[in-house]
């Protein structure tokens, strides 16, 4: 009996809270979230900017072995017929492809 008045007593009665209600449409992120999703949007743009360079020296790099390939291939030697300087041209291509290319103005 003296639990459940005790029980009786400690729960409070219900209270009407005075905190105004906020409007949803009037509640704005502000300086800060502003802020972040500046930052949020410079970042993923150079990340796909990087993205877009990988990709392409990617292909570069296929597209010279394809060449390559298809060189070996057609068993030409270096020196026979109007191939002989694009043999050239694609082994010194090759390494340039590891460099970074330079950044557009």
């Known amino acids: 009996m003296r639990t459940a008045a005790l029980?009786?007593?400690a729960t409070p009665s219900p209270t009407t809270t005075t905190?105004?209600?906020v409007d949803a449409d009037l509640v704005t992120p502000g300086l800060w979230g502003f802020v972040l999703l500046f930052f949020l949007a410079l970042a993923?743009?150079?990340l796909g900017r990087?993205?877009?360079r990988?990709?392409?020296r990617v292909n570069q790099r296929a597209r010279l072995e394809a060449e390559l390939q298809e060189a070996e291939a057609s068993d030409e030697e270096p020196g026979e017929g109007a191939e002989a300087g694009e043999h050239e041209?694609?082994?010194t291509?090759?390494?340039v492809a590891d460099e970074d290319p330079p950044a557009p103005r």
């Open 44 to 46: 993923v743009y150079f």
């Open 50 to 52: 990087s993205m877009a």
């Open 7 to 9: 029980l009786l007593a």
């Open 93 to 95: 291509s090759a390494a």
């Open 54 to 56: 990988r990709v392409r």
């Open 19 to 21: 905190t105004p209600k």
């Open 89 to 91: 041209r694609l082994d």
